[in-house]
Structure formats: structure tokens, C-alpha cells
């Protein structure tokens, strides 16, 4: 069901890979409630994925753009003010990857090569986007800026890894970009913490499987879905939202609000024996 809550805006969605990514389902959504929008994401991913896919359902044009690139966001910017003629309203963020996690290396023996590319890819590369948009002056006075990211910035989480490094920064870029660009062109920032979500990069999280189980478990409401997710994103994206800035929303179904629950609780004491090396030492990286 439609309520045109972007009826006449223009939005970039950065991130969108096939249709488990969260980025698939705003975009989807965002056209319903009557937007115009353009898609971004890396050659590699435009080659591998599905998002030509989406573009031709949603009738929209795709921009490569490396989002550690400053010149090429600047290009999507340019490219997508020329298509959507005029102004973006809003925009998404939901980018992330972690070549220590893809290897397998723990938290107690990152690579901090990996670490840096991290960082720029899942949050530095936010505060290039915004940058870049507004030295473009292309966002709208009110529009919308939002990244996804996971309560690990706050909570420690077995196997987050140095992602949660990462959306520590992510959320305070937000705040601190949000300050500036708040004062100077009334443009909102905000982060939505969402549930965990078996995206193609989620999924990639040591011990997804039972942190998702874990999660709903907890959550007096279950896991937030990725479509519910989209939902909450497109209300952020709206006029309805015009005062909303600086905020890390939580869309959990209650779960940052837990300490324990009873669906938990029956479940807790299950052994650490697959944990364990051949020593009987737990391993928790």
C-alpha cells in the first residue's frame, strides 16, 4: 500500500547489490511512495549483482561509483541532479565490508591493512559522500541523509569484529556532520540501527545464524525485517521527519532495550564445546 510520502522527490540509494540488500528494498519502496531515484554502487558490483535488474524495474539509472572515491561521488551527484532534474531529497547509505571478517581474522589479530580499507569503505566513505554533496550543493534544504548500521558500535557483539569500529565512526559522522550541515542548509543525518538482517554482507558475520537467532529471541517484537526496515527508512526519507537530525535510531524490535528475556533465558546454557580448540581453550574472536 502506497501513502506518496515521496511524492515529487528525488533520492540516491548507494549499496543495493540483489534483492536480500536492505539498499533493494528502500529503493523498491522509495519509488512506490512516488520518488525518482538514481542507484549507485561499484563496477565489480554492478557486474556481479542483480542491481541492472532493479534499475530496469524501477525504470531508474544506475551510476558506478567507487564509494571511497571522492571524485566519484562527487560524479554521482552531478550525474543524478542532471537525471532526477534538480535537487536530491534523499539519500541512503548502506555500504559495508570487512576483508579481516571475509578472512577469517579475529579481533585480537586484525590486519590492519584490512583495517584501514574497513574503516574507509564502511564508514569514512560516508563522510565523503556527504561532503561531496554538499560541496555540490546538491541536497535539498530538508533533505534526508541515512546510513544503516548495528547496535556493535555500542554493545560488544561475538564476531562483529572490526565492523563495529566502523560504525562507531559511521554514527559519529553523523552527529558531527549533522551539526554542520543542520545549521548551514537544514539537511538531516541520522543512522538507523537495525536488526540483524541475512544480507549478502550480514550473512558474512561469524555466527550470524545464532546472533539472529539470539536476537529474536531477546526482542519482545522479533527481528526487524528488511522490508520493515525499508518502511522506516522511506518515514526518515519524508516530510514527516523535518526535525528528526543527529539521532542513532534503533529499529530492533526492543532489542537494545533487553537485558534478558525468557525465550533467552530457556536457551542459554547450550556449552562452548564447538568454541573450543583442541586444548579446551575458548576462542572468542
Known amino acids: 500500500m502506497s501513502y506518496g510520502l515521496l511524492k515529487g522527490k528525488r533520492g540516491v540509494i548507494f549499496g543495493a ?4 540488500s ?3 528494498k528502500v529503493a523498491v519502496k522509495a519509488v512506490e511512495e512516488g520518488a525518482t531515484i538514481t542507484l549507485s554502487n561499484t563496477a565489480i558490483a554492478i557486474r556481479m549483482g542483480q542491481i541492472s535488474d532493479l534499475a530496469k524495474e524501477l ?3 544506475v551510476i558506478p561509483a567507487d564509494a571511497t572515491s571522492y571524485e566519484d561521488l562527487q560524479e554521482v551527484f552531478r550525474r543524478s541532479q542532471e537525471i532526477l532534474g534538480g535537487k536530491i531529497d534523499f539519500v541512503l547509505h548502506s555500504i559495508g565490508m570487512s576483508p579481516n571478517v571475509r578472512k577469517g581474522r579475529t579481533y585480537d589479530d586484525l590486519d590492519y591493512g584490512m583495517l584501514s580499507k574497513t574503516l574507509d569503505i564502511s564508514a569514512v566513505s560516508f563522510h565523503k559522500m556527504i561532503q561531496a554533496a554538499k560541496k555540490e550543493d546538491a541536497i535539498a534544504e530538508y533533505g534526508s541523509i541515512i546510513a544503516l548500521t548495528y547496535m556493535a558500535a555500542q554493545r560488544t557483539m561475538f ?3 572490526d565492523m563495529a569500529d566502523a560504525k562507531a565512526l559511521l554514527e559519529s559522522i553523523a552527529r558531527s556532520f549533522g551539526y554542520i550541515y543542520g545549521r548551514e542548509k537544514n539537511v538531516r543525518i541520522n543512522t538507523i540501527s537495525q536488526s540483524p538482517t541475512m544480507t549478502t554482507a550480514g550473512s558474512g558475520v561469524k555466527g550470524m545464524d545464532r546472533l539472529f537467532d539470539f536476537a529474536s529471541r531477546m526482542s519482545p517484537l ?3 525485517s528488511a522490508d520493515e526496515c525499508a518502511d522506516y ?3 526518515m526519507f519524508s516530510d514527516l521527519t523535518r526535525k528528526v537530525t543527529m539521532q542513532n535510531l534503533f529499529h530492533d524490535g526492543g532489542f537494545s532495550s533487553m537485558g534478558m ?3 533467552a533465558m530457556a536457551t542459554y546454557e547450550k556449552g562452548l564445546g564447538e568454541y573450543m580448540d583442541e586444548n579446551g581453550k575458548i576462542i572468542y574472536g
Open 17 to 20: 547489490l540483489n534483492e536480500q
Open 22 to 24: 536492505i539498499a533493494w
Open 222 to 224: 522479533g527481528n526487524a
Open 59 to 61: 525504470g531508474c539509472e
Open 261 to 263: 528475556s525468557l525465550r
Open 159 to 161: 564476531g562483529y569484529n
Open 233 to 235: 527508512c522511506i518515514v
